[in-house]
């Protein structure tokens, strides 16, 4: 496994990347390109102010003011021959005036021969002991008569300039690499630090405990990191103490019918009066109950593995409902609970017909256990736009707003003190909510507190 960085070394090399970069780009800014930008830029300042002469020709007077404006401006010489005249104007030692006939006969026939202009970089020139590079420029205006305009600018040797900017970028590395250096520093102080307290408190989350200091929120994403596992910690508490629950229920519920098995098991055994079919009834009662708790188990362990394949299909929506609710009657029989009907005949709905049987029967046997004292079920099913919608209502205790969101939970443990023995496993709801999600359907609850709660789903109507 490759070997991982941490934040601290990460931003320290990044940071010296970014400075040895910077520096190398100043490095060939001032060392290989500064007299090639020198260069240009003196070519560019004569051919600049040959246009600028250029604009101005045809008035002598003005002709003269112009040329010593942009010669002190563009630090050139410049000379003007036309119908006899001469114009000059520059430095003392500008070659332009120790040209001679020959010499101007020449940068006139270079300038001809490439369009009415030449520009000629390979003039020397001595001067206070030290060679100078100059560049001529000549353009020859195509009047009548022609006028000639020649500019000169000296190109001083920069190697001196070049040698005391190398020193100057050993001093600003210096000064760049301390500055990263300090940077790091307190960058590792601000930002990498908190990091750490956090990923070493979080270290600790698998067990639910989750707790840092105060100074790790300086920053908004450090502090909705710890908000963010802070919530995660409370969610593991939580479900920690929901699956030790369910554990816990989920045990009684089997000791239950295994201890009557046993005992009514025993009992006959031992006392041959007893073989009754009342106390054998009470055994298959008893295994029925288990095996219904052990196919929850597994029915929910299969969908959310994703083992169970929905078999979809069109189906009597309307007299699966009513052909279920006939195994409640025994509830109005021996209990006395009112189950009302309020189904639209002919539904038809798509989907697969043995899991929505499951999702009712769960809805009822909830309705069933939470329906408290005034033992009323209601049961809607009714066309709604292209799809259909059931209803199961109880009137019993309710459920609190806040909890909600947790009873789909195979966690979740509801308060019993309101509960009525029933055959359910407690984990009905989870199933149902497997099932409506391979589904890809809606489904919910509305509960007010002391006066009920309405499960609902939906189906799409037959294709």
Not at 38 to 45: N, Q
Not at 246 to 260: E, G, Q
Not at 382 to 407: A, F
Request: a negative charge; proline letters at 2%; one cysteine or more.
């Amino acid at each position: 496994m490759k070997k991982k960085v941490s934040l601290n070394g990460k931003i320290a090399v990044y940071l010296l990347i970014f400075t040895a970069l910077m520096l190398g780009v100043i490095a060939v800014l001032q060392t290989q390109l500064l007299e090639p930008m020198y260069k240009s830029s003196k070519i560019s300042a004569v051919k600049t102010a040959a246009a600028e002469i250029e604009s101005e020709l045809g008035d002598d007077e003005d002709l003269l003011n112009t040329m010593y404006e942009v010669a002190e401006e563009q630090d050139v010489c410049i000379r003007i021959l036309y119908s006899g005249k001469d114009f000059a104007t520059g430095f003392m030692g500008c070659p332009l005036y120790r040209m001679n006939d020959r010499d101007i006969l020449w940068e006139l026939a270079k300038a001809e021969a490439n369009g009415n202009e030449y520009l000629n970089e390979e003039v020397n020139n001595k001067m206070d002991s030290r060679s100078v590079d100059n560049i001529i420029y000549t353009k020859i205006v195509d009047e009548d008569p022609p006028k000639i305009i020649m500019v000169n600018a000296s190109i001083t040797p920069v190697s001196a300039t070049i040698q005391t900017l190398r020193r100057q970028l050993l001093i600003i590395a210096g000064v760049m690499i301390l500055g990263v250096l300090i940077l790091v520093y307190f960058m590792n102080h601000d930002i990498a630090r908190p990091l750490n307290k956090i990923n070493t408190a979080a270290k600790k989350l698998s067990g639910g405990e989750y707790e840092v200091s105060e100074d790790t929120n300086k920053y908004l994403e450090a502090y909705e990191l710890n908000e963010t596992l802070s919530q995660a910690a409370a969610d593991i508490r939580k479900a920690d103490q929901a699956k030790r629950d369910l554990i816990s229920n989920v045990s009684h519920d089997l000791r239950t019918p295994l201890t009557m098995i046993t005992g009514y098991g025993e009992m006959m055994r031992d006392l041959p009066g007893e073989k009754t079919d009342e106390n054998l009834q009470v055994v298959i009662d008893e295994a029925k109950r288990l095996s219904y708790l052990v196919n929850d188990l597994l029915d929910l362990s299969r969908l959310q593995e994703g083992k169970i394949v929905l078999q979809k299909e069109n189906f009597d929506l309307s007299g699966m409902i009513t052909e279920e609710l006939r195994k409640y009657d025994v509830y109005k029989v021996n209990e006395g609970f009112e189950i009302i009907e309020e189904i639209e005949p002919g539904l038809q709905a798509y989907g697969d017909i043995a899991r929505i049987r499951q999702v009712l029967n769960n809805f009822m046997t909830n309705a069933v256990n939470y329906s408290g004292d005034a033992r009323k079920i209601i049961v809607r099913a009714h066309k709604q736009d292209d799809r259909v919608l059931v209803e199961v209502q109880d009137y019993g205790e309710g459920i609190e707003e806040s909890r909600l969101k947790d009873i789909w939970d195979r966690y979740y443990k509801i308060d019993k003190s309101h509960v009525r023995f029933s055959q359910g496993s407690g984990i009905g709801l989870a199933i149902v909510k497997e099932i409506l999600d391979l589904h890809e359907t809606t489904y919910g609850v509305r509960s007010k507190v002391n006066e009920g709660s309405v499960f609902w789903f939906t189906l799409p109507a037959a294709k």
